[in-house]
C-alpha cells in the first residue's frame, strides 16, 4: 500500500458526461500528480499541485482540469467525455516539488470506461 | 524532450530464470524510477536510482547516469513477477515523471 488513496476506483460513464477523480496523497506529501494510461499513449503526465498551487502542465486537454485543495486532496475533472478518454488515471504524491525531486508514490488508479 | 526507450517490449521467461531489462534515455535526469505494474493495474515502486546499484531481494537495478542507461536485474523469476516492467525519468523541470513504454514479463510455471 503506498498510501495513496484514489476513489473511485472504477467509473463507467456515457460520452458528453462529466466526472470527477478524487485523490488523497500520502501523510505529509505537498505534491500531486496525475498521469493517464491508455492503451496508444501509454502513461503521460497531466499535471501538477503543490500545496494548492498548479506547478506544471503536461499534456492536459482542455476538458480537463484539476485543483487541489487546503486538506492537500486533489480532484480531476473531466467533462464532455468522448470515447478516447476510456484510460486508467493515476495520481501519484511526493514530498517536495522542483529541482528537488523525491520519490512520486501512486495510487491504485481509477479506470474510466466512456461508453 | 526527453525519451525514453526500453527493451526487450515482451519477455517470456520459464520460472526460475534470470533477465535483464534495460532502459536507455537520451538526456540527463535528475532521477529514475522503477515501477512493475501488475495484472491488476496497480503501480508498484521498485527502485528510486539515481545512479549506482540497489538489492531488494532478487531485484536489483544499477544506473550508469554518465551513460544514460539502467539495468533492472530479475534473479529467479517468479510467477509473481509477471507484469509490465517501466522506467521513468524525472525530465520536468518540475519533477513529473516521463515513462517508457515498458517491458511485458510472462513467468511460465
Known amino acids: 500500500d503506498s498510501g495513496v488513496t484514489q476513489t473511485p476506483k472504477h467509473l463507467i460513464t456515457a460520452t458528453g458526461q462529466r466526472v470527477t477523480l478524487r485523490c488523497s496523497p500520502r501523510?505529509?506529501?505537498?505534491?500531486v500528480y496525475w498521469y493517464q494510461q491508455s492503451l496508444d499513449q501509454g502513461l503521460q503526465f497531466l499535471i501538477q499541485?503543490?500545496?494548492?498551487?498548479?506547478?506544471a502542465k503536461g499534456n492536459i486537454l482542455e476538458r480537463f482540469s484539476a485543483q487541489q485543495f487546503p486538506d492537500l486532496h486533489s480532484e480531476l475533472n473531466l467533462s464532455s467525455l468522448e470515447l478516447g478518454d476510456s484510460a486508467l488515471y493515476f495520481c501519484?504524491?511526493?514530498?517536495?516539488?522542483?529541482?528537488?525531486?523525491?520519490?512520486?508514490?501512486f495510487g491504485p488508479g481509477t479506470r474510466l470506461t466512456v461508453l | 524532450g526527453i525519451q525514453v526507450e526500453q527493451s526487450p517490449p515482451d519477455l517470456i521467461l520459464q520460472e526460475g530464470a534470470n533477465s535483464t531489462l534495460r532502459c536507455n534515455f537520451s538526456?540527463?535526469?535528475?532521477?529514475l524510477q522503477w515501477f512493475h505494474q501488475n495484472p491488476w493495474g496497480q503501480l508498484i515502486n521498485l527502485f528510486y536510482?539515481?545512479?549506482g546499484t540497489k538489492q531488494n531481494g532478487r531485484l536489483s537495478a544499477t544506473t550508469v547516469a554518465t551513460e544514460r542507461y539502467s539495468l533492472l536485474y530479475i534473479s529467479s523469476s517468479q510467477t509473481t513477477d509477471s507484469g509490465v516492467y517501466f522506467c521513468a525519468v524525472y525530465g520536468g523541470s518540475q519533477g513529473n515523471l516521463i515513462f517508457g513504454k515498458g517491458t511485458k514479463l510472462s513467468v511460465k510455471p
Open positions: 536510482i539515481p545512479s
Open positions: 501519484a504524491s511526493s514530498v517536495t516539488s522542483g529541482r528537488r525531486v523525491d520519490t512520486q508514490y
Open positions: 501523510s505529509g506529501d505537498l505534491s
Open positions: 538526456d540527463s535526469v535528475n532521477n
Open positions: 499541485y503543490y500545496n494548492g498551487e498548479e506547478r
